[in-house]
Structures are given as structure tokens and as C-alpha cells.
């Protein structure tokens, strides 16, 4: 997603908007605006609404109908979106927030559960909600006439009869795509529950992540043949989520007991610099022994570390005259060598950096005298990380005990 920004609160849970959503809803105001007449025609006749589309059709009409329509689509993904919410933390998982964008809304678990029901009944909370509010919406339609057929005139009464209407079958119609089997959707986090109720989680989650793929290249397909845009964009977010999700999913099971120690590349192994080398040298070694960063060294002492990024700040013709202090960074992200090797891997993906520097006692950040640092004991890089899934997914599991042993 694009930037997002915080728009208010729900339950403790922050709500955001994504500018993908401010680009989206007036799209998605023009279409409804444009389809008033033929969504009329089918109110008229499934729920005997007695619309009169002519004062809807003109002027400025359509495209306010369509406004209010889609604002209130998107109520209700936020609704949809806070059943999930609130039964997860009923659960005992934290919500990060609410994001609505381009393809409606997202809950941001801090973690999913691993337990099949508790998966379940997150999954077809949603959908629940969505046919809640789509019951609402025809209450409120029902309600209407009755309640403003004195008080407002003819076209506004139509007006309202039309977005009340709409709602109603659209809130029940997105319960329904939901619960297609096409993993990350509801349906599809359904079909992985099911599933792990007798074989392993991620075993469970590869063959979910299977049916989602094949659902979104059939989906994508009839969107191609249907010139919808919208559908192939939710057709290539479903592909690209089930692959995403379903690798990570992998990758903590292949990691399950794997921790930061048994990966890192120990401190006696280190390359590491000091303060006082200039960039040139930096560079020329970083050209000569194939590396692009090095912990900073000086005294015994960790101080920093410097990257290929960092040197390039510098322009070539002056980096004989600048030192590694110059432009190291001091503000380094640490991790324990007791922590999970998949804990190494989300650190590196939320902070996006390629390398970890793992620390005795780091505590809550990086110390800013010698005696809150910690001691260097270590680095664990990206590439550390995927060598050692890859040797795991060929070899698998590794017994890592007499390694420990040696080391402790």
C-alpha cells in the first residue's frame, strides 16, 4: 500500500486511510453514478421499491447518489473489517490498525493465530457482519418511506430508497465474495482452518495458498475478458498475498526452535573497521572481500556500523579525505542471541535493513554509553537467514544441540 494516514479510533484500534482509498472512492462514485438506472430497474423489481430513476438520472444526481452509495460501501468494509478486529482480540491478538485502500479494507494482526478455530471464527466474523449490515440496510429501507414519506419530497425520498437499497444487497453480495475459497480472503482463511484441523499449519497453509492462486488466474482471466480493472487488481493482490503469506508461513515453521546464535555469523568470524579508516579503504575493501557492511570497532568497543550505502555519500574524488566516523551510523538495530531466528527476519522486514548486529542484554534499543551497549557477539544477515532456509527445506530439520554445546 501507499502512504496512510490516521484518520481516528475504534475499540483502541487505530483507523487509517491509505491514499490509494482518496484515489479509489471517487471511481468507485463515478461507476455506481453511472449505473443508477439498471440498479434502479433491479431494486424496482426484486424488492418492489417503486423508484422513479428519472429524477436520479440528471443533472447532478447520479454522481451525489454515488457518493453517499460508495461512503457507505466503505462504512461497512470498515465494519466487516472490525468484526475480524474484535473477535481476534477476544482472542488475545493485538490489532496494529484498520487501513481502508484501493481494495476495500485490512486488518493488520500482529500475528495470526495458529489455533484452526480461533482462525475460524476471525475468518467468518467479517462476513457475519457484512450480512448484519446488509439486514440494517434493508431495515432502514423498509423504514423509509413510512418514516420520510411526509417530510422530504419525491426525489429525495427515491434518492434515499436507492442508497438504502443499494447498500443492503452490496454489504450481503461482499459476504458472499468473501467467503470464495481464494486464500487471503475470508473464504480462503476458512478452507486453511479446515484444513489444520488434521495436518500441520503450514502444510495447511501451502494448499490454501494453492486454491487462492488458481482462484485469482481464473478470476484475473474473466477479468481480462469482462474489461474489469478492478478484478484483475484484486486477482493480482490474491495471488501476490497467498505466495507472500504462504512463504512466510514456511519460512516460521522451518525456523520453529532455530534461534538468532545458531544462524549469526560470530564475532570472532567478523570483518569489521575502524573509526579511523578512511572511506577510500572502506570501499576498496568492501570491493575486495565482498562485503557491504561492517560493525565499527574501536577499543575492543562496538561503536557503529558502516555500509555500502553510507560510503556512496560520499563523492569518490573526496573519500580519502573522510573516515568511517564520519559517516557510520550510531543508531543501530540490535537483537539478542536467544531471540527466534523468524523474529531476526520480521525485525529485518519492518525496519528494511539487510543485517542485524546481535548483542548481549540489547535491551529496549542501542545504548548511548559503553556500559547500556551490550556486547558483540555477532551478525546476522539476510543471506545467513536464506541459506540456512534453504539448507532446512533440503536437508530438514538440522539438530542443533551439539553446535550449542560447543559454543557454550
Known amino acids: 500500500m501507499w502512504k496512510s494516514f490516521r ?3 475504534l475499540f483502541d484500534i487505530p483507523i487509517k486511510l491509505d491514499l490509494t482509498f482518496l484515489l479509489v472512492l471517487p471511481v468507485f462514485a463515478y461507476l455506481i453514478g453511472a449505473q443508477i438506472g439498471p440498479v434502479i430497474d433491479v431494486l424496482n423489481a426484486t424488492m418492489d421499491a417503486g423508484i422513479d430513476a428519472e429524477p436520479l438520472t440528471v443533472g447532478y444526481a447520479p454522481w451525489l447518489l454515488g457518493l453517499a452509495a460508495a461512503i457507505g460501501l466503505f462504512v461497512g468494509v470498515l465494519l466487516h473489517e472490525l468484526g475480524h478486529s474484535l ?16 481494495f476495500g479494507g485490512l486488518a493488520a494482526l500482529s500475528e495470526m493465530p495458529e489455533n484452526w478455530k480461533q482462525e475460524l471464527n476471525i475468518a467468518i466474523a467479517g462476513p457475519i457482519v457484512s450480512v448484519l449490515v ?16 411526509g417530510v422530504v419530497g419525491p426525489a429525495t425520498l427515491d434518492g434515499t430508497l436507492f442508497v438504502l437499497g443499494y447498500l443492503a444487497v452490496l454489504n450481503v453480495a461482499l459476504a458472499v465474495f468473501n467467503m ?8 480462503g482463511r476458512v478452507l486453511r482452518a479446515l484444513l489444520a484441523r488434521n495436518r500441520p499449519y503450514a502444510q495447511a497453509t501451502q494448499q490454501a495458498a494453492g486454491v487462492g492462486k488458481l482462484f485469482a488466474v481464473f ?3 474473466f477479468g481480462l475478458f469482462a474489461f474489469n480493472p478492478i478484478l484483475i487488481g484484486i486477482a493480482f493482490f490474491i495471488y501476490i498475498a497467498a505466495s507472500g503469506e504462504a512463504q512466510q508461513v514456511t519460512m516460521k515453521a522451518a525456523f520453529d526452535g532455530v534461534t538468532v546464535a545458531d544462524v549469526m555469523t560470530p564475532a570472532g568470524d567478523l570483518r569489521t573497521v575502524t573509526p579511523e579508516t578512511t572511506v577510500a579503504e572502506l570501499v576498496e575493501r568492501m570491493f575486495r572481500e565482498r562485503h557491504t557492511g561492517y560493525p565499527v570497532i574501536e577499543d575492543g568497543r562496538l561503536v557503529g556500523l558502516v555500509t555500502l550505502a553510507d560510503a556512496r555519500t560520499i563523492d569518490p574524488v573526496e573519500r580519502d579525505a573522510y573516515l568511517v566516523e564520519d559517516v557510520m551510523s550510531t543508531d543501530l538495530e540490535t537483537i539478542d542471541p536467544d531471540a527466534n531466528a523468524i523474529d531476526a527476519i520480521e525485525r529485518m522486514q519492518r525496519s528494511r535493513i539487510g543485517r542485524l548486529l546481535v548483542v548481549d542484554d540489547p535491551g ?3 545504548g548511548s554509553t559503553p556500559d547500556e551497549e551490550g556486547d558483540l557477539v555477532g551478525i546476522i544477515s539476510r543471506s545467513d537467514l536464506m541459506t540456512a532456509l534453504d539448507i532446512i527445506q533440503k536437508s530438514g530439520p538440522v539438530d542443533l544441540s551439539r553446535g550449542r554445546r560447543q559454543l557454550s
Open 134 to 149: 446488509g439486514v440494517a440496510s434493508y431495515g432502514l429501507y423498509l423504514l423509509a418511506e413510512p418514516a420520510l414519506g
Open 219 to 221: 478470476m484475473g482471466i
Open 364 to 366: 529496549d534499543g542501542w
Open 87 to 102: 473477535t481476534a482480540q477476544r482472542y488475545g491478538f493485538p490489532i496494529e490498525s484498520i487501513t481502508l485502500w484501493l
Open 7 to 9: 484518520i481516528g479510533t
Open 180 to 187: 470464495l475459497p481464494a486464500f487471503p480472503m475470508d473464504g
